[in-house]
């Protein structure tokens, strides 16, 4: 049966629908009530009514549907399938949120299908393996940084890193030092970065004092931030292993 465009409106079926979309948790189930439209199928009509009934069952006896970390990841995976593209570790740690709740709510009707058959029903086609969220996790931390044990090249550079990143805090707590007993360093000042490369600040009328390069100074003109030549190597090889 067709009917007149202006019925929605007439009935105030847009109102419904603008009020459901409310209430979706994604794009996804705003998109699918957007798709929605009268039905004459008296069967159809009763098997949707029951997926209400059931779910508003749910609702009312408080049972805790899974649906906190639920998330529309269909842009994530359009970009992913686009070669050369990847995901940043905090999107992999919300995807694998996301699963383990598809996951729980299907395990939730699964334990509960003979309450709740249409819900059951409606779940069977989703086929989601726990294995992907616990290897994604496996990879990620909780933080969503990737764990040194993502691989072993990793944990390579890291180790790498984290040893020049120490041997650079000496080597600067060293020459700070030197720098403070010279008086060549503004009261009260400590080592800073600039341009992501650890400096001392220095007196400008003394920066001739220090060998090493200036990468910037102060508003006033009065500090300079010097980086001592003996500090180079290892602040480069941070950058490279960075």
């Avoid at 694998?96 to 709740?101: G, K, N, P, R, V």
């Avoid at 395990?107 to 726990?130: D, M, R, W």
């Avoid at 060998?211 to 003109?221: P, Q, R, V, Y």
Wanted: hydrophobic share 40%; aromatic share 8%.
């Amino acid at each position: 049966m067709i009917f007149p465009e202006t019925l929605e409106q007439k009935l105030g079926v847009d109102q419904i629908r603008q009020r459901l979309v409310s209430y979706c948790l994604s794009a996804a189930g705003a998109a699918w009530v957007d798709r929605m439209r009268f039905s004459t199928d008296p069967e159809f009509i009763r098997i949707l009514l029951r997926q209400s009934l059931e779910f508003r069952q749910i609702m009312e006896k408080g049972e805790g549907f899974p649906s906190q970390h639920f998330f529309d990841a269909e842009t994530w995976l359009k970009r992913i399938a686009l070669e050369g593209s990847y995901l940043e570790a905090e999107e992999f740690l919300k995807m694998s949120q996301a699963l383990e709740t598809i996951l729980a709510a299907k395990n939730f009707l699964i334990k509960s299908k003979e309450l709740y058959p249409q819900l059951h029903q409606l779940s069977e086609p989703v086929a989601i393996t726990g294995q992907l969220p616990q290897l994604i996790l496996s990879k990620i931390d909780d933080k969503g940084m990737v764990k040194d044990s993502a691989s072993d090249e990793l944990g390579r550079i890291r180790k790498r890193l984290r040893e020049e990143q120490n041997r650079l805090r000496k080597l600067a707590d060293q020459l700070f030092r030197t720098a403070v007993a010279e008086k060549w360093v503004p009261e009260g000042a400590l080592p800073t970065v600039r341009e992501g490369r650890v400096v001392i600040p220095i007196h400008a009328e003394h920066k001739r004092k220090m060998k090493g390069f200036i990468l910037d100074e102060s508003a006033t003109g009065q500090t300079v931030f010097m980086e001592p030549a003996e500090m180079l190597d290892a602040n480069n090889e941070i950058r490279d292993l960075e």
